[in-house]
């Protein structure tokens, strides 16, 4: 089905460019694309972020921003809020707009593609940062900078699986249904549990928005339904994770579940050194941004680069939380 | 004499913010940026602007009515969903008809509550925004569709026209032809009656639950049309689309001089509000100014305008709604006619 | 939207089908749901469980107890909650390592509560409609307090404050003791005192209650201003509670407060109502919570329960209030 996909992609891209024939924003792309090798001094990127204010994404808009002062280009921050759709109509804006490179935080994997089609035609490189998008997307992106929270799901997976010699029941806590952290960190972990065959069981999922409030409230319900029968915790991010943390403290009951967060936050590092969180995964976020960009300018440069520059997933637990800084 | 020298002043004050406000947004960004006042800025404003724009053509009548409709947000979704579902089904074409139809359905769910059960709009709509935006994410999993055929929804956002593109000449084209149904046909004067007065309306021989039923059918429509257009133009039908259209949309009609009381409005007014903020938003954004000092902006302009629409239309101070009606009714309205 | 301010015909306290409705819906729907749960779920009927339920909302629906003054009084909804809430909960964390936790919490509670004042003075005094009043407020304040912030989350130091928030007292939570404490001021400040039935009257009959000399204007922002206190107060609990803040904190609890109180019967036209409803609202969308996650249902279909049980309920009451007015 993704062969045929490609196809399609492929066939849409040479709709676009021969049938429609635009006009507008064509000779823009070009000098970009084709302009010295060496400087990039004066042109402009626009970067399509997931959000402004974030505790994770907003270091990396500061790494970004810092990457391309560096660099001496014109870098325009737009941020979609965790809208996809309106992420590809910024993605639009800003291919008619006519810029040097985009940089593209994906929300989700499919809305971006229209979007990718036009940047292509109008020769601007797309690179994204943190998420991949679809696969049909990502033929049409020249890189991807980042840790991929899809990988993190998986990272997860293999933690609780480990950690519990794949057996026993787990609980899941995932962020707000139909975001698309939460569907790569979902989406991760199913795919890597069925993969290794694990003998882990999925209690009950409860969708927590990434709130400590909510996911507080959820836990202390899961809490008093499994009770013990809870030997593991999947918390797609830590301020959920310590909102499970918190419900259990208040049970009063003495077990102690392997619980899973991401994000790398300085609260779940002392969970950690408690012994009371298993781990997280640690992504610095403000290189994360430098990185993407330097990607990003590479790529205007007319350089090579890999199809994915990898930021890594460190796997923080009793071991390394004392040698590792917090991200948040 | 003085009065009604106010009221004018008022009402050309109204007629003309939309007009200053781009204007302003024009000169703000051609001094800000090199490369603001361009055909291809001008372009992208009025594609972005189709989406939301739709949802707001589609609250129009609905606020004329006296009424608010919050699910439009869900209707879209749904829409967007139906369409990318069906393609494969039963093709591109019937596809994106059938998402329509979803909210046209959901749309005289809203009619149903409101008219025959009695819900108050804003409760019933409540009640449909949670409902539809729930049953969205339960029918996908929470996971966006991708549309099986990518291709067939691109052109909706290719150049068309110098300025336009397929999907914002539609979008101009309804504006208009609802600015024609509302100003210059006896329904659509109606429907300005029902919402000024609708007891009055009703005694005076117009079946005012009809036309607030043909409004929430109407918005659902729009919101179908939104979904659709929306899920085909980027290629996913997500379960979340419509979730954050609400706010923007509802900000559009007011900037536009729509008002929530009811009896006062248009959709050439609309289209000038949802340009007004697209143009503002891009501008800010080609700018870098984040989203929250965005959000800070559009929030005082929102409280600027409705204030000063407030202070002109108003200053016989704590008139009620009952009387303003009345007297707004037959000032911006002809006079209802009898037939319905 | 005439039809949203119409004054209500108050129901006859006689023995109508419809009195009863109103009287014993309520505590009908929570007996309904509470033997659902105590039939699908063994830990349904626990002191932990039972305690859960109670312990959901209590922070929300401090806030519903506020949107019922709101709705009584004729002015619809606060849609500004959220950003208010996250107002008070920034504000605390910010400003305690240069106050001190006792004061930097009443610095959020005031921040929170002149967020109110302001929807009060634009909603009672310059007379405009209260849902763009609270969209435009809540836009400029969520804006505001996420400039503050930036992008990060705030942490909280260790307090003595925090601490009681999180403790219980006779085996009930704190949270529940001060939702219980603020109903039982509020239920009477309604039902009894000059101020609620100066509420009742502006949302009954607005001109009827100016010409009788109720202070309309006052009335109807009092009850805005109370609103934003409350959202703050909110704020500052979760946030000492939870030991940390990001501006997202309050998201979604203008509805489910607005949620809480119209199944709780309290009429959108204005004019009656009453907290101790309100306290029912919060208590069912509370058990609805609690029983999604007992009987294994997937969480999304939240939406989908609550507002089939709002039309269920309002149209019902609506069955019957026409019922009565034609009699």
Known sequence: ?328 | MKNFDFALLGTRAVQYRLVIMLVAVAVFGGLSLDDFLTVNTLQSVLDRATVVGFLALGLTPVLIAGQIDLSIGSMMSMAGITTIFMQPVIGNVPAAAAGVAVGILIGAVNALMVVVFKINSLVATLATLLIFASLALLLTNSYPLSSEDPIFGLPLTADFLWILTPRSAIFLTAAVLMFVWLKLTPTGRNLYAVGSDAPAATSSGINANGYIATSFILSGFFAGLAGMMQSLSTAAGSPVAGAVMLIPAITAVVIGGTRLEGGRGSSLATLGGVLALGALTTALEYNGVPSYTQAIYTGLLLILLISLDRIVSGHGGASSRAQRSVRVAPRNTPLPRRNA | MNQLVAPAKSLDKSKTPGALFSTLSIPIAILVLVVIGSVASPSFLTVNNLTNVLNANSAVGLIALGMTFVMVSGGLADLSVPANVAMGALVTLGAQESMGTGLAALMGLLVASMGGVVNGILIGYLRINPIIATLGTGSVLLGLSQLLVGGGIVYAQPSALSTFVKSSILGIPVFIWIFIFVALILHPLLARTSFGRWSLAVGGNYQAAQASAVPVRFTKAAAFAMTGFLAGLCGVLLALSNGQARPIIGTGYEFVAITAVVIGGTSVFGGNGSVLRTVGGVLITALIGNLIILLGFPSQATGLITGAIVLGAVGIDAYFRRKAGRL
Not at chain 1, 232 to 259: H, I, N, R, W
């Open chain 1, 1 to 328: 089905m993704i062969a045929r996909r490609n196809i399609l992609v492929a066939s849409a891209a040479a709709t676009l460019l021969f049938a429609v024939a635009g006009c507008t924003a064509a000779d823009s792309g070009t000098d970009s694309a084709s302009g010295d090798a060496g400087s990039v001094e004066g042109k402009s990127i626009c970067y399509v972020t997931l959000a402004n204010s974030h505790p994770y994404v907003t270091p990396a808009n500061e790494g970004a921003q810092a990457a391309a002062d560096a660099a001496g280009v014109e870098l325009t921050i737009v941020s979609e809020e965790f809208s996809a759709q309106t992420g590809a109509e910024q993605l639009n804006s800003c291919v008619s707009r006519g810029v040097d490179g985009i940089l593209l935080w994906p929300a989700d994997e499919n809305s971006y593609l229209p979007g990718l089609l036009k940047a292509e035609q109008a020769g601007i490189p797309v690179v994204a940062i943190d998420t991949r998008a679809g696969d049909e997307s990502m033929e049409l992106i020249q890189s991807f900078a980042g840790a991929d929270k899809y990988d993190q799901g998986k990272i997860s997976a293999q933690q609780l699986d480990g950690a519990l010699d794949s057996t026993g029941g787990i609980v899941v806590i995932a962020g707000q249904a139909g975001n698309g952290t939460e569907i790569a960190r979902s989406g991760g972990f199913l795919d890597e549990l069925e993969s290794m065959g694990s003998g882990l069981e999925i209690l009950a999922t409860v969708n927590a928005d990434f709130d400590q409030q909510k996911a507080l409230v959820a836990s202390r319900d899961l809490i008093t339904k499994f009770g013990d029968q809870i030997k593991g915790v999947y918390a797609q991010d830590d301020t959920m994770a310590k909102g499970f943390l918190q419900a259990l403290e208040e049970s009063g009951l003495d077990f102690v579940p392997v619980v899973v967060g991401i994000n790398g936050e300085a609260g779940a590092f002392d969970n950690i050194r408690e012994g009371k969180q298993f781990s997280t995964i640690l992504q610095p976020p403000f290189r994360n941004g430098e990185l993407a960009i330097e990607t990003l300018i590479s790529v205007m440069k007319g350089e090579t680069v890999p199809e994915m520059v990898p930021l890594e997933n460190t796997i923080v637990d009793i071991d390394n939380v004392d040698d590792l800084e917090p991200a948040l």
